[in-house]
DNA sequence: GTGGCAGGTGCAACCATGTTGCATCTGGAG
DNA sequence: CTCCAGATGCAACATGGTTGCACCTGCCAC
């Protein structure tokens, strides 16, 4: 699949203008946190990405100047815990992580590639829920949609 | 969270009838294959669970008379492969096993708990899917339903 | 500024889940 | 009953994630 990198540098050549850096950091230490270089720049990535990315491919876009492998997941579970990352998990059974979006969205549409295995997030918002068989409480819906990308379906 | 031991006992005492084991024994022979007891018990099991098991789970059902790890995860494989089982992956990134309904149905609704972790099966069908970003083609349609069940609420 | 320390980081070792290679065994066709 | 493609079991490996612990550093108080 394509590396993330190129990715990146296709979509969006200026990760960390400094009001993109500037929001971020002010979003860490709103949650009484320290804005250590690990976090904004994990956080910068994840809203810079235009679908969710896996661990490895964080790593591969930090590039040189890489974070421990330790320290990269416990940066992403502080952003998932705290709310400004959401965590799922991909038909090959390895976390993806996507920035939270500022007002949220409780209800989510995915599209998953069946080849490279990315996952984007659309914008339409996801039907209402069917009944429940009794006892059961509901917290979240997700609507996922299966098949090939644009980049897989072409090659 | 429950074992599966208990969860058969208290919702369906008799697995392998011997109708539900001679229907196991030629579907599996419909696909060609030889009809080995690893296959049939393991089958005969998903066919009964009320909801999708995971790899170990499926192990401690099997209690004494053990297959090998190995074994099962190729006798699952095998079944996915032939269309007699889905295999989907759950919160804790673990592939979980259910039966494929005779008819067959494209498109699924699920509900998954998200202290058990286990995943049941909804009869209604998923709404019609909004439309992709072009060059994106679709294959299947996953609609998910998240929160906890009756069990876990009552718990 | 600068000291102190709660909280963050790095390293090494570990765990869970799934896969591969290969020797041995067996269901079922003939 | 015999035979062998296909199934099984064992051991070793791969991948993705977690834990324990010593060391380092933002950032608040001063």
């Known amino acids: 699949m394509l590396k ?6 296709a979509t969006a050549p200026a990760v960390d203008t400094p009001s993109e850096t500037e929001s971020v950091l002010l979003q860490i230490r709103r949650k009484g946190a ?6 904004i720049r994990v956080l910068l990535l994840l809203r810079a990405a235009p679908a969710a990315l896996t661990h490895h491919e964080i790593e591969q876009a930090l590039g040189d100047r890489m974070l421990d492998r330790v320290t990269l997941y416990r ?26 979006a500022a007002g949220e969205h409780g209800a989510h549409t995915h599209f998953r590639c069946d080849d490279c295995g990315r996952v984007f997030c659309l914008d339409s918002a996801p039907p209402a829920a069917p009944s429940l068989p009794a006892g059961f409480s509901l917290s979240r819906i997700e609507f996922d949609l299966r098949g090939r990308c644009a980049e897989c379906a072409r090659g």
């Open 75 to 100: 940066v992403l579970d502080w952003l998932v815990v705290r709310g400004l990352a959401h965590r799922s998990t991909d038909a090959q059974r390895a976390f993806r992580f996507s920035a939270a």
């Open 34 to 39: 320290r804005a250590t270089p690990a976090r």
């Open 4 to 9: 993330f990198a190129a990715m990146m540098t």
